[in-house]
């Protein structure tokens, strides 16, 4: 089982509205990432935090996703107006710092009809 | 052009026979992953493998820092190893490039 906990395992959303996911990232890593991988398999990077603070993140995320890493509280990513091209698998994955041995969890799929 | 490139695509193996996949990089890199993704699409860490060989079971890994490649060994394959594997390298900027992975196929 993975140590990185996603939640919700499927979305099913409508175009035009709000899709949200969440992340708990294992315990001890403070830097945690947002992947999205298309029906192509091919992997786009979102958005990276540390602790609260986003590290880097695409311009598309940065104009229609909501992200945030609360303290004590699971990861979230928001997507504000769904698109059908937003239709993905989400993962969520999580590092120490200095150590690059990433620790992904299940995702979630999100399925915009 | 693209910065990681796997090599094949697809392998199909009768059980017992052995797999090497391949995967090249065009950049530098801080360090390589291997991943097994699963069917319904959870990525299950495999090795990480900055440089040099590590072993793990039935798996090996070597990266050729120098030569820009990084290879995954299976040997006597099982059914059960079916799924896509993929390499990413980590670059300075901190982010996973994944490449396009290998679907493997073995049958029993």
């Known amino acids: 089982n993975s140590k990185v906990i996603q939640t919700p395992r499927y979305l099913v959303k409508g175009q035009g509205q709000k899709a949200k996911m969440r992340c708990i990232p294992e315990?001890?890593?403070?830097?945690v990432f947002w992947y999205q991988q298309n029906k192509n398999n091919e992997f786009k990077f979102l958005i990276n935090?540390?602790?609260?603070?986003?590290?880097?993140q695409i311009d598309m995320t940065e104009k229609r996703f909501s992200a945030e890493c609360p303290s004590n509280s699971p990861c979230s990513l928001e997507i504000q107006s769904s698109e059908a091209g937003d239709s993905a698998l989400y993962l969520c994955?999580?590092?120490?710092?200095?150590?690059?041995?990433?620790?992904f969890g299940s995702g979630t799929r999100l399925l915009v009809i | 052009g693209q910065q990681v490139q796997q090599s094949p695509a697809s392998l199909v193996l009768q059980e017992g026979e052995n797999a090497e996949l391949q995967c090249n990089f065009s950049?530098?890199?801080?360090?390589m992953q291997w991943f097994y993704q699963r069917p319904g699409g959870s990525l299950v860490s495999l090795f990480y493998?900055?440089?040099g060989t590590k072993h793990s079971g039935r798996l090996t890994s070597t990266t050729v820092i120098k030569e820009r490649r990084s290879s995954l060994h299976i040997s006597s394959s099982q059914t059960t190893d079916s799924g896509t594997y993929l390499c990413?390298?980590?670059?300075?900027?901190?982010?996973?490039?994944f490449g396009d992975g290998t679907v493997l196929t073995v049958k029993p």
């Open positions: 994955a999580s590092s120490h710092p200095g150590e690059t041995d990433y620790t």
């Open positions: 315990k001890g890593h403070p830097v």
């Open positions: 935090f540390q602790n609260q603070e986003v590290l880097q």
């Open positions: 950049t530098s890199l801080n360090s």
């Open positions: 493998n900055p440089s």
């Open positions: 990413a390298l980590e670059t300075n900027t901190g982010k996973l490039t």
